[in-house]
């Protein structure tokens, strides 16, 4: 099976552009940008999806979402942003690595595509 692209990144087989980091999770900007501001927020245990998260995982992802302010402050998007997590098929997820999507300085959309 070939190795999970976030968990590369997570252990610095590959390069990022990380904005924050700490001993659980990792954020690093999206290689395509969806807006000015773009960042994926990923734990940095492998959990394949929303789907796959087991009862011990409920402290990591409750930290996990508990950072998103802090890191949206640090990448000033002081009017706001979008956290979107996609799950499974349907969600459209192409990287089988749980990890939420922070978009900010642009005006949003609604409904998604
Ligand atoms: P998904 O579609 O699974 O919700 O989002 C996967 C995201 O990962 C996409 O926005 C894609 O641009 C990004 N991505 C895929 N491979 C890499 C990579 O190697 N490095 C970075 N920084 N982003 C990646
Ligand atoms: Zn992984």
Not at 57 to 75: N, R, S, T, W
Request: net charge negative; aromatic share 8%; hydrophobic share 40%.
């Amino acid at each position: 099976m070939p190795k999970c692209i976030f968990c590369m990144i997570a252990n610095k087989e590959i390069p990022s552009d990380i904005v924050y980091e700490d001993d659980q999770i990792l954020a690093f900007r999206d290689l395509e940008p969806q807006a000015p501001v773009h960042v994926l927020i990923v734990p940095k245990k492998h959990i394949a999806s929303l789907d796959n998260m087991t009862q011990e995982d409920q402290a990591l992802l409750g930290y996990l979402m508990y950072k998103v302010p802090d890191i949206a402050k640090e990448l000033e998007l002081v009017n706001g942003y979008r956290l979107v997590n996609n799950c499974g098929e349907d969600g459209m997820q192409t990287v089988h690595h749980l990890h939420f999507h922070l978009l900010g300085k642009r005006k949003m959309t609604w409904p998604p595509g």
